[in-house]
């Protein structure tokens, strides 16, 4: 069954994103719980004029996403990790760590999938990551990390 999503849902796609999915699937989880709409010719249709909104907000919120870009631009967080001693981090660091640490230095709430970390992150240093706010908008922020 072809379906238009309302959410962004992890390992199943992005908001207005049209998949193909199970029947049970969208009949009895996906669309009662407003995760989604199927995708015939109304909603289609609808669909449209609702990219076409959210697109507007997007552009009124550049001016926004310039000012917190501004703030974390080439700024430099530290992130305590545990390591060994020869530098390995038990695990490794992830966005949500980052989104997490910008919120505690800077106070500014990050969706985490809008930061863009370099590879997989297993050994100390100093690392540089993306965060792009809108396609017009992408700040460099610097990662320290620092044994805990």
Known sequence: MDIILLKDLDKLGFKHDVINV????????????GY????NAPNRGKLDSLIEKEREVELAK??????ISKKIDDKTISIPVKAGTSGKIFGSVTNVQVA??????????IDRRKIELPDEIKEMGTYDAKIKLHPEVVSTIHLELKKD
């Open 22 to 33: 199970k029947n049970g699937y969208a009949r009895n989880y996906l669309i009662p719980q």
């Open 36 to 39: 989604a709409v199927i995708a």
């Open 62 to 67: 550049v001016g926004e996403y310039q000012e």
């Open 100 to 109: 997490a640490a910008i919120k505690e230095s800077f106070g500014i709430d």
